[in-house]
């Protein structure tokens, strides 16, 4: 055990072995394109350097990470590794940063451009750049509007050091169920391919089309192109359990999020528990102590709620949290029996996978985005950096 794992109560253990199963799934779904791996936001709360590692050692030959920072952080350790023939895509220019600028493209760094503004920093770095021109058909983020695109494209073509080697959108609705997400769906991929036609006529040649993240990978063969950009999958979620649970799309959850419990204590009936006393026992019962909080990223949302699987010497415990989510802890209902069903030092699992031996049964991140009202990718990506992180 690291100094630091033993020094604090909780953590998350990273599966690698289950990412490389994911990123063989995610070429099932995708088997004819080039897949990015997407490790933004440290890799979705994963420990990006780890997991960036790890798919490159997967045959990932392109990374995609949204924050310049984060990508010139990613591209030193890459190289340090080894890996100095991964690309990385990264889609967020700064403003007035000419200094960015010149540091990503002398780190080799694929750039998107969805303004002539952003193309012409670019090119007066005078330094050979590979960008990827962004249309934006229908997210309504970034990108240069369809209407805008054709200026954008033979603006482009005119710049001598900006070698066009990505035609790109993001799809906003690829993950629902119904008629009306699919026509604005189906509505996108038509704009997409204006744009692709638009930068042809331009005189563009031999870049990638890509627009597909996991949910257009899964339901949208049809929008595959030459590459897709692999997110949620590789981390073993659903992009949307509503529409496809995860376990039902052959992914396994890589996070396991666990900590040991810190006390474990009978309370009378009637005890509130935390702020505001938002719970009361409605019976002489046994609450135990999680050293986990807000400060680590747990949403106050799940008060009352947050399931939990607590291991004991005598099997699992499914239970939930009790009262409202301090900062750095939380309290569960442990039930009523006459002993303690639960020992300090015991393992209590906030969500993984529950196919595994280890966490059978344990609840999923999708549980958790339910009951906090939010999303798996929320739940994993906001968990605090001093949680350790724990490869096996
Ligand atoms: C986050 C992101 C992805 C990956 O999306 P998933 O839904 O996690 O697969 C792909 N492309 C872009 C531009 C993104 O921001």
Same mark, same amino acid.
């Given at each position: 055990?690291?100094?630091?794992?033993?020094?604090?109560?909780?953590?998350?253990?990273? $599966?690698?072995?289950?990412?490389?199963?994911? +990123?063989? #799934?995610?070429?099932?779904?995708?088997? $004819?394109?080039?897949?990015?791996?997407?490790? *933004?936001?440290?890799?979705?709360?994963?420990?990006?350097? =780890?997991?960036?590692?790890?798919?490159?050692?997967?045959? @990932?030959?392109?990374?995609?990470?949204?924050?310049?920072?984060?990508?010139?952080?990613?591209?030193?350790?890459?190289?340090?590794?080894?890996? *100095?023939?991964? +690309?990385?895509? =990264?889609?967020?220019? &700064?403003?007035? /940063?000419?200094?960015?600028?010149?540091?990503?493209?002398?780190?080799?760094?694929?750039?998107?451009?969805?303004?002539? /503004?952003?193309?012409?920093?670019?090119?007066?770095?005078?330094?050979?750049?590979?960008?990827?021109?962004?249309?934006?058909?229908?997210?309504?983020?970034?990108?240069?509007?369809?209407?805008?695109?054709?200026?954008?494209?033979?603006?482009?073509?005119?710049?001598?050091?900006?070698?066009?080697?990505?035609? !790109?959108?993001?799809?906003?609705?690829?993950?629902?169920?119904?008629?009306?997400?699919?026509?604005?769906?189906?509505?996108?991929?038509?704009?997409?391919?204006?744009?692709?036609?638009?930068?042809?006529?331009?005189?563009?040649?031999?870049?990638?089309?890509?627009?597909?993240?996991?949910?257009?990978?899964? !339901? @949208?063969?049809?929008?595959?192109?030459?590459?897709?950009?692999?997110?949620?999958?590789?981390?073993?979620? =659903? &992009?949307?359990?509503?529409?496809?649970?995860?376990? /039902?799309?052959?992914?396994?959850?890589?996070?396991?999020?666990?900590? #040991?419990?810190?006390?474990?204590?009978?309370?009378?009936?009637?005890?509130?528990?935390?702020?505001?006393?938002? !719970?009361?026992?409605?019976?002489?019962?046994?609450?135990?102590?999680?050293?986990?909080? @807000?400060?680590?990223?747990?949403?106050?949302?799940?008060?009352?709620?947050?399931?939990?699987?607590?291991?004991?010497?005598?099997?699992?415990?499914?239970?939930?949290?009790?009262?409202?989510?301090?900062?750095?802890?939380?309290?569960?209902?442990?039930?009523? =029996?006459?002993?303690?069903?639960?020992?300090?030092?015991?393992?209590?699992?906030?969500?993984?996978?529950?196919? $595994?031996?280890?966490?059978?049964?344990?609840?999923?991140?999708? /549980?958790?985005?339910?009951?906090?009202?939010?999303?798996? @990718?929320?739940?994993?990506?906001?968990?605090?950096?001093?949680?350790? #992180?724990?490869?096996?």
């Amino acid at each position: 055990m690291s100094e630091q794992l033993a020094h604090y109560p909780a953590s998350a253990t990273i $599966n690698l072995e289950a990412l490389t199963r994911n +990123a063989k #799934r995610m070429r099932q779904f995708a088997p $004819n394109a080039r897949h990015m791996g997407i490790v *933004k936001a440290d890799a979705y709360g994963h420990g990006r350097t =780890s997991i960036a590692a790890a798919l490159a050692k997967a045959g @990932y030959d392109i990374l995609g990470i949204a924050q310049l920072g984060e990508a010139l952080k990613e591209r030193r350790a890459l190289d340090a590794a080894g890996h *100095k023939n991964v +690309a990385i895509f =990264s889609w967020m220019l &700064p403003p007035a /940063d000419e200094k960015a600028i010149q540091e990503a493209l002398a780190a080799r760094i694929e750039l998107s451009a969805s303004t002539i /503004d952003q193309l012409e920093r670019i090119a007066n770095t005078g330094i050979e750049a590979r960008v990827h021109l962004k249309v934006d058909t229908g997210m309504g983020r970034g990108g240069a509007t369809p209407a805008d695109f054709p200026a954008l494209a033979n603006a482009a073509s005119r710049m001598e050091t900006v070698n066009v080697v990505g035609v !790109w959108s993001h799809f906003a609705r690829a993950d629902e169920l119904g008629e009306e997400a699919r026509a604005a769906t189906l509505k996108q991929i038509q704009l997409f391919e204006d744009a692709v036609s638009a930068a042809t006529e331009a005189g563009l040649t031999g870049f990638q089309r890509h627009i597909a993240a996991t949910s257009g990978q899964i !339901w @949208y063969p049809e929008a595959h192109y030459d590459m897709v950009r692999d997110g949620i999958g590789l981390y073993g979620l =659903s &992009p949307d359990p509503s529409n496809t649970p995860t376990l /039902d799309l052959g992914f396994e959850p890589i996070m396991t999020l666990g900590a #040991r419990l810190l006390q474990v204590k009978q309370v009378e009936a009637g005890q509130t528990v935390s702020y505001g006393g938002t !719970w009361q026992a409605p019976t002489r019962r046994w609450l135990g102590l999680v050293p986990l909080g @807000y400060g680590d990223g747990i949403p106050r949302h799940a008060q009352n709620a947050g399931p939990v699987s607590v291991y004991t010497a005598a099997g699992r415990i499914d239970t939930h949290m009790v009262g409202r989510v301090c900062m750095d802890q939380f309290v569960i209902d442990l039930g009523e =029996s006459d002993e303690a069903p639960a020992a300090v030092g015991d393992e209590v699992v906030l969500f993984g996978n529950p196919n $595994n031996p280890d966490t059978k049964g344990c609840p999923t991140a999708d /549980d958790w985005a339910d009951v906090a009202g939010t999303i798996n @990718y929320e739940i994993v990506t906001r968990l605090g950096a001093r949680v350790p #992180r724990a490869y096996s």
